[in-house]
């Protein structure tokens, strides 16, 4: 099993990662989660509402993700760091999140993670899973 992305990240409360969000996150988090979520640059970018070259500017100028984008890179970090635990690997994971959900009226969890809302029904899921319901 490969290590956790994060694992303080998984014990991120909700207040916790607001004020990180709003105390600003390097550009390089961008790249280094996306590379552990096995994300192309395209699809990180579209999780985050901006463009692949905004990224890339934001890296080669060492300037900070704004406060709604580090909100929803944190929370994906949040996600996929208690997603590996439950599931034992990131491969095993985003297997799940492809997956069809009762919980999210029979649509993948994939399909929610471009908001922070989104990203709270697919960690409802995870909750549900772990107290033993189906998700």
Request: hydrophobic share 45%; with cysteine.
């Amino acid at each position: 099993m490969a290590s956790s992305f994060n694992s303080d990240a998984f014990h991120m409360d909700d207040l916790s990662l607001v004020a990180q969000a709003q105390d600003g996150l390097d550009a390089q988090t961008i790249t280094t989660f996306r590379e552990h979520a096995q994300f192309s640059k395209e699809v990180m970018a579209g999780l985050l509402h901006i463009t692949p070259k905004t990224i890339d500017n934001m890296k080669a100028k060492h300037k900070k993700i704004g406060v709604v984008q580090a909100e929803i890179l944190l929370s994906l970090i949040r996600l996929f760091s208690r997603g590996e635990q439950l599931f034992g690997s990131i491969d095993e994971f985003k297997d799940w999140l492809g997956f069809p959900q009762p919980a999210l009226e029979m649509q993948p969890p994939n399909k929610f993670l471009f908001s922070v809302t989104g990203i709270r029904l697919v960690e409802e899921c995870l909750e549900r899973i772990e107290q033993g319901y189906a998700a």
